[in-house]
């Protein structure tokens, strides 16, 4: 999947490159022959020029590989990419927070300065027209909000339940079901209230121990089938972290 490779590609430098700017090594030698003693330390610049470079390779790939639509699907997701890479920098402590928020990889590679609203607004747009050729790009959509990207949302008192509400639309226009494990009064193993009592009267209890064990086993066994369904909702989606946290070096994580 292309989109998914360079998300991959991408968000594995974030994760790089936070990691460098919480150590505070984030003036880095060889970029493009400039010398980096000569930049106030200050300056996001080395961080900055890296993963414009890198979405700027990005789009040439997609060109190249995909036309004219490679490219167009493309670059929507990689409005997303700038997007999470931005809100991360600017929501960093960190000397550069100020200059990154004047300089967007947003502002750079489109022109604008609102995706903290757009970008929620290309998320509705894909799930009201729900055309399955954009399924990747609804991946990406739901990686990203996975992610943390929060948006207008961050710091609402319905900030969680909103992005909450995207993510399970998103799930349900990819896997056409919903990710919820157990529903209203669907249960996984329908044996295991089979034997619960709903009206009770008075009775002798009989000898206990056959249903002790029985009801041990129903327990496990319901507990495995939960198991099972939740590992089976997120295969999907946790062999892309696994690649992304696969990807980078030992100490540096999310």
């Given at each position: 999947m292309f989109l998914i490779d360079k998300f991959q590609q991408f968000y594995?430098?974030?994760?790089?490159?936070?990691?460098?700017?919480?150590?505070?090594?984030?003036v880095f030698q060889g970029e493009g022959g400039a010398n980096p003693a000569a930049e106030p330390r200050e300056?996001?610049?080395?961080?900055?020029?890296?993963?414009?470079?890198?979405?700027?390779?990005?789009?040439?790939?997609?060109?190249?590989?995909?036309?004219?639509?490679?490219?167009?699907?493309y670059r929507r997701a990689q409005y997303a990419q700038a997007a999470l890479a931005d809100e991360i920098?600017?929501?960093?402590?960190?000397?550069?927070?100020?200059?990154?928020?004047?300089?967007?990889?947003?502002?750079?590679?489109?022109g604008t300065h609102g995706a903290g609203e757009q970008?929620?607004?290309?998320?509705?747009?894909?799930?009201?027209?729900?055309?399955?050729?954009?399924?990747?790009?609804?991946?990406?959509?739901?990686?990203?909000?996975?992610?943390?990207?929060?948006?207008?949302?961050?710091?609402?008192?319905?900030g969680d339940e909103v992005i909450e509400s995207y993510r399970r639309r998103l799930f349900r226009f990819i896997y056409t079901r919903d990710p919820q494990v157990v529903q209203g009064a669907e249960r996984v193993m329908p044996q295991a209230y089979a034997a619960t009592l709903n009206e009770g009267h008075i009775t002798e209890l009989p000898y206990l121990k056959p249903w002790i064990w029985t009801l041990s086993l129903i327990i496990v066994l319901w507990l495995a089938g939960s198991h099972l369904l939740w590992r089976n909702a997120i295969a999907d989606i946790e062999p892309l972290m696994n690649d992304i946290i696969g990807t980078l070096p030992a100490g540096v994580g999310p």
């Open positions: 594995a430098e974030v994760l790089q490159l936070r990691g460098r700017v919480a150590e505070g090594s984030w300056s996001p610049s080395g961080v900055w020029r890296k993963l414009v470079g890198l979405l700027e390779r990005q789009s040439l790939d997609a060109a190249r590989d995909g036309g004219d639509f490679g490219l167009e699907i920098f600017i929501n960093l402590d960190w000397p550069g927070r100020e200059a990154w928020r004047e300089h967007l990889l947003e502002a750079k590679l489109f970008l929620f607004e290309r998320i509705d747009a894909l799930l009201r027209d729900r055309d399955t050729l954009y399924g990747e790009l609804a991946r990406i959509y739901l990686t990203v909000l996975a992610l943390g990207f929060q948006g207008k949302y961050r710091g609402r008192p319905d």
